[in-house]
């Protein structure tokens, strides 16, 4: 029997959020080299977004093993010697990014060989895009989901003067599913009504004048068409947080309201909500693209209009941008194709204007198949130092209790012990206390500063 030339890639993947787990699982296995037997440790970032059991569930990728941990404990995992990774993938914010590769740079100095580190973005970049990047910054890949932002990350790299060689081109991973082939009830087998969707954001827009008047209109949609299934769809369920905070949850305001019959809220994967959607609406969700990638007809809405602030001025060009009053009368949005391919979406068969989708990962693979037989790597360098950046680094550093060389402050959480029965009813108590003052009192002590 020949011998099998699978082999194995042990993958560390640490995330702060749903949303990032999700990227950052579902990106491991994606750039992974062919024919390896990918091992997946899932570390979670304890904080105010940590995952719950349903959105861990709800992402669908197994890991071989998962916990919570903080930086610190992360770190001094990764720091010894029986426990070697091939790569680390930091699915994270910039400033945690940032701190985790000082941490990193540390804890293998003086390594013969050390993993591989990979980083990136979860969905579409539309504000701080030099802060974010230059965190991210020190890297072997930052990765790009689209030709556009691999652009735009070399130019603000050697912009500043730092090396954009870890710039590299990829695409959503979690990119898929059957395309649209249009509504006709009568050829199903279940004879399902035409389906429009919203995609709510946690943080977009974020005062309850806005949401409100979103709602409304989504409601009133459902009642101008009564013979269509309105969905509302949401990110989470009250009492879990998501990677932006929500402070005016849906579920709240709906309560005020008194939708009909044909409207009603919906939670789950994105994906399997997308099969059955006719018509995809939101004001800039990265939910967007993955409906472009099936060619289902996707409207970005104008009416609040196109603002940065919004995130929805990303989508310009796209032939999206279009408002309720619109989609009421019956507009279906014809999205550009050029735009479409600069996205890294393969609506016309061909992200990023070449090739299939899932040869948009090749790059990546290529890329580190080649570093993992190198005989050794350079030390980890981010662009941000003590000299380069000394009135912002260590600031970044201390919030994950680093000092200003990536050492573990003094009092920073043990690593070599579970913590105690009581220390983990503090941090819950301490994390829905947080979630509380988020969603309760911050709004309160808004209104009573607008009186």
């Not at 990962?361 to 570093?371: H, K, P, S």
């Not at 190198?374 to 000394?390: F, I, K, S």
């Amino acid at each position: 029997m020949p011998a099998s030339t699978t082999k194995s890639l042990r993958v560390a993947v640490l995330a702060d959020s749903d949303t990032r787990w999700k990227w950052g699982s579902l990106t491991a296995k994606r750039i992974s080299p062919a024919e390896s037997d990918i091992r997946l440790d899932g570390f979670l970032l304890r904080g105010r977004a940590t995952p719950t059991a349903r959105q861990l569930e709800e992402v669908g990728v197994r890991a071989d093993s998962l916990r919570e941990v903080t930086a610190v404990e992360f770190l001094r995992e990764m720091g010894e010697e029986d426990r070697v990774y091939d790569v680390v993938l930091l699915a994270l914010v910039g400033g945690a990014v940032q701190a985790v590769l000082h941490g990193l740079s540390r804890a293998w100095d003086g390594r013969a060989k050390r993993p591989l580190v990979v980083t990136g973005y979860v969905g579409v970049v539309y504000e701080k895009l030099a802060d974010g990047l230059l965190l991210r910054h020190g890297a072997d890949l930052v990765l790009a989901n689209s030709r556009q932002d691999a652009d735009r990350f070399r130019d603000v790299y050697e912009g500043v003067g730092a090396d954009a060689g870890s710039v590299t081109e990829v695409a959503l991973p979690f990119l898929g599913g059957a395309a649209y082939t249009g509504h006709d009830p009568a050829a199903e087998q279940e004879r399902r009504p035409y389906t429009v969707v919203f995609a709510a954001q946690p943080s977009v827009p974020e005062n309850r004048r806005d949401r409100t008047y979103l709602l409304d209109r989504l409601i009133g949609h459902a009642r101008l068409h009564p013979d269509r299934e309105v969905l509302l769809k949401l990110r989470s369920k009250p009492g879990e947080h998501t990677t932006h905070i929500e402070e005016l949850p849906y579920q709240k305001l709906v309560q005020k309201a008194d939708p009909p019959a044909n409207f009603r809220l919906v939670y789950g994967h994105m994906g399997e909500v997308l099969d059955r959607t006719d018509l995809l609406v939101t004001i800039s969700s990265t939910a967007a693209l993955e409906s472009l990638h099936r060619r289902i007809p996707t409207v970005v809405l104008t009416d609040l209009g196109v603002r940065e602030a919004l995130g929805n001025h990303h989508f310009v060009g796209s032939g999206c941008l279009a408002s309720w009053d619109q989609l009421d009368a019956g507009h279906r949005p014809v999205p550009d194709p050029r735009w479409v391919a600069r996205q890294g979406v393969a609506a016309g068969g061909t992200p990023s204007g070449g090739g299939s989708y899932e040869t948009a990962f090749d790059a990546a693979r290529q890329r580190i198949t080649e570093l993992l037989a190198a005989d050794r790597l350079p030390p980890l360098a981010p662009y941000y130092t003590p000299v380069t950046a000394p009135g912002y680094l260590p600031g970044i550093l201390a919030r994950h209790h680093l000092g200003p060389d990536g050492s573990p402050l003094p009092g920073a959480p043990a690593a070599d012990r579970e913590p105690s029965p009581v220390r983990q009813f503090v941090r819950k108590a301490a994390r829905g206390a947080y979630r509380h003052g988020v969603q309760r009192v911050a709004p309160v002590i808004r209104r009573m500063g607008d009186l």
